[in-house]
């Protein structure tokens, strides 16, 4: 029996397992910080119950690596302090994000965090890591289609230019 045989939590993470996951912690905490900032600034109650479910689910992810790189002897990444909660109107509209702003940056880092969760599910050598990184990819993918209903139902969803005629091919 080789040393990546047997139970996975025994087996050590090599180095792009541990850059993967301490990388994906630091981005779940500047995650939490910034959704706390952006539920400050919504005014749109579904929206703000969205963000809300992200920050909870992030705390939750960010629980779990945390205890994997302390079992592994891996330090973590500071963490920013967490963020008051204030009402929207105290905060000039000429310096508030809007509720489209905020949905689309949260659509882009949904994206950005499916990409990541897949590297580190294709470079993994212990399945435990890989599934727990599965984990997550399919409840961002479940996020992401929610929030992209959201975006057709507030009427925020901007589609790029929409390709309805092709061009007649040629035949030479």
């Not at 929610?146 to 925020?156: A, I, V």
Request: glycine letters at 8%; one cysteine or more; hydrophobic letters at 35%.
């Amino acid at each position: 029996m080789g040393i990546l045989s047997g139970n996975p939590q025994e087996e050590p993470m090599h180095y792009g397992e541990v850059f993967g996951a301490w990388t994906y912690l630091t981005s779940l905490k500047g995650i939490i910080s910034g959704y706390q900032t952006m539920m400050n600034h919504t005014g749109d109650a579904d929206l703000f119950k969205f963000i809300e479910n992200m920050v909870d689910e992030a705390k939750r992810e960010e629980m779990e690596m945390e205890q994997l790189l302390k079992e592994n002897g891996v330090g973590l990444p500071p963490s920013p302090p967490e963020r008051a909660y204030s009402d929207h109107e105290n905060i000039p509209v000429g310096a508030r994000f809007n509720d489209p702003e905020i949905s689309a940056m949260i659509t882009k880092d949904i994206a950005t965090g499916l990409v990541a969760c897949s590297q580190v599910m294709g470079q993994s050598t212990r399945e435990d890591i890989a599934m727990m990184f599965g984990r997550y990819h399919s409840n961002k993918a479940q996020a992401g289609a929610k929030l992209l209903q959201l975006n057709k139902d507030k009427g925020w969803l901007v589609s790029p230019p929409l390709h309805i005629e092709t061009p007649q091919s040629v035949t030479v």
